[in-house]
């Protein structure tokens, strides 16, 4: 009999490459889904046919314990979030409950449920925030820097908490920075590399960004979404950082970007105050050794590798 797992955010970047990787393995995978008057299935379209797509809302508990109940899953990943940064400041009430208490209902969902399932907390390196030690790796402190951040820091929490208040296997993936063609326009990524191709294709003239000092440990989704996998098939539960132990610039990444479309930066990156944010993560850069050691994973994309990708990517898309 192959596994079932259960997907929540399966829309989302991360849930697109997760479904595609379950599916390779043999699972029957479940999705959900939050109802919207437009669908909004553009990254999983190639494999709508092989998941199983349910309504649910991280804000509904009784959705979440329907959806696990129909489902009866071995393993479920909860990456549903509210997970853009600048908006978990104007957001940051919705924040907490996406991201915050959402991992809550879930766990207790499980708990009500099905409490033997393997459950996955989707946390994240902007709990470290304002880093209390480079590089970062399992035990070093967290201070987030924003709402989202510490939203996060109570979902790692209450993962933790979970597990050793009912014995449940549920495990906490402190994941940097990870990118690919799928990534939402908004994040810097996607946007720099969004923006080159539009420039390059004369559909733009310029592209705004806003502070390009900081420093992230960007990855490729691909490759995370086997660490998030690995850490739920071990003989115990616990906690992994995954990262490249490579950190970059936001200037560095728009230089790459420009330079492999034949552009010069400079003769087209405007920076707009209003994108500088009221607290700003410096530098991340992560110490995955454990999971180097423990899950055998490695990544398999270098950072050149996936910004080229993505430029690749996006021109494709546009051209005419
Ligand atoms: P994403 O592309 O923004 O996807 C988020 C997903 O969550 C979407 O499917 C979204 O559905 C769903 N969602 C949001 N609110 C929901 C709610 N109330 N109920 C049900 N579903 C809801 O994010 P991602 O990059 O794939 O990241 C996946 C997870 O990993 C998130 O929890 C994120 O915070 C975390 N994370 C990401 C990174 C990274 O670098 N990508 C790093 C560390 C941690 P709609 O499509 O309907 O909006
Ligand atoms: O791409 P970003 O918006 O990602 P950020 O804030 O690091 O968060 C992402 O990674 C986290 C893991 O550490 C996830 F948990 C989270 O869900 C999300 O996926 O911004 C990266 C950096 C920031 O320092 C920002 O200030 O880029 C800088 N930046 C400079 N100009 C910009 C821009 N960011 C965005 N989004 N847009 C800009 O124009």
Redo the contacts with the bound molecule.
């Keep these: 009999m192959g596994k079932t797992a259960l997907v929540?955010?399966?829309?989302?970047?991360?849930?697109s490459y997760l479904a595609e990787f379950l599916l390779s393995k043999g699972y029957t995978v479940y999705g959900?889904?939050?109802r919207?008057s437009t669908e909004?299935f553009d990254r999983i379209e190639h494999i709508r046919d092989q998941v199983i797509l349910r309504q649910?809302?991280?804000?509904d508990q009784l959705s979440l314990l329907n959806l696990i109940e129909e489902s009866n899953p071995d393993e479920i990943y909860?990456?549903?979030?509210?997970?853009?940064v600048p908006t978990s400041w104007t957001k940051p009430l919705l924040t907490g409950e996406?991201?915050g208490l959402?991992v809550t209902r879930m766990l207790e969902a499980v708990r009500a449920v099905k409490s033997k399932a393997r459950f996955y907390q989707?946390?994240?390196?902007?709990m470290f925030g304002l880093v209390q030690e480079v590089p970062q790796k399992e035990t070093t402190p967290f201070y987030p820097r924003s709402p989202?951040g510490v939203a996060?820091v109570y979902g790692h929490f209450i993962t933790v908490n979970y597990r050793e208040s009912y014995g449940m296997y549920a495990v906490s993936g402190i994941?940097?920075?990870?990118?690919s063609p799928r990534?939402?326009k908004e994040?810097v990524t996607r946007k720099v590399t969004d923006g080159v191709a539009r420039i390059k294709l004369g559909l733009q003239k310029e592209l705004k960004l806003g502070n390009l000092e900081a420093k992230r440990d960007w990855g490729f989704?691909g490759d995370y979404v086997r660490a998030m996998w690995l850490m739920l098939q071990q003989d115990k539960p616990q906690d992994y950082v995954i990262a490249t132990g490579e950190t970059h610039s936001v200037q560095e990444l728009v230089e790459i970007a420009f330079n492999h479309a034949g552009l010069n930066w400079k003769d087209h990156v405007k920076t707009d105050p209003t994108l500088i944010r009221p607290a700003e993560v410096d530098l991340l850069i992560g110490d995955s050794s454990k999971a180097k050691r423990e899950l055998g994973w490695k990544t398999e994309v270098s950072f050149e590798g996936l910004v080229k990708m993505m430029v690749d990517a996006d021109i494709q898309r546009l051209k005419p």
Aim: charged residues 15%; glycine residues 14%; negative net charge.
């Design positions: 929540t955010g399966i829309t989302g970047q991360d849930g959900m889904v939050r919207s909004n649910g809302d991280l804000l909860n990456l549903a979030a509210q997970s853009f996406f991201t959402g989707a946390s994240s390196s902007e989202y996060k994941l940097f920075n990870h990118e990534r939402g994040f989704a």
